[in-house]
């Protein structure tokens, strides 16, 4: 699934939007990013225009929240 997220600044007044596109939409997902781009430029007070996703699917939850033994990850400097 994808979120496209963007806000509306009216003078002093910010106001968040947001709209959801199924997995098998990204490209309209990018379509409607683009309008929204277009409206800024044209002046309107459209701000922060960004997209996130998200698989349906996941069998766990993002992130490392339990390692193994073989887990030996060590910040190397140089």
Same mark, same amino acid.
């Given at each position: 699934?994808?979120?496209?997220?963007?806000?509306?600044?009216?003078?002093?007044?910010?106001?968040?939007?947001?709209?959801?596109?199924?997995?098998?939409?990204?490209?309209?997902?990018?379509?409607?990013?683009?309008? +929204?781009?277009?409206?800024?430029?044209?002046?309107?007070?459209?701000?922060?225009?960004?997209?996130?996703?998200?698989?349906?699917? +996941?069998?766990?939850?993002?992130?490392?929240?339990?390692?193994?033994?073989?887990?030996?990850?060590?910040?190397?400097?140089?």
């Amino acid at each position: 699934m994808y979120m496209v997220y963007w806000t509306m600044v009216e003078g002093e007044r910010c106001t968040p939007h947001e709209k959801l596109f199924e997995t098998t939409e990204m490209v309209a997902a990018m379509q409607y990013m683009e309008t +929204l781009r277009k409206r800024q430029r044209e002046g309107e007070g459209v701000r922060f225009i960004t997209m996130c996703s998200e698989h349906p699917d +996941l069998v766990g939850h993002p992130g490392v929240d339990v390692t193994g033994p073989e887990y030996n990850w060590k910040k190397r400097r140089r």
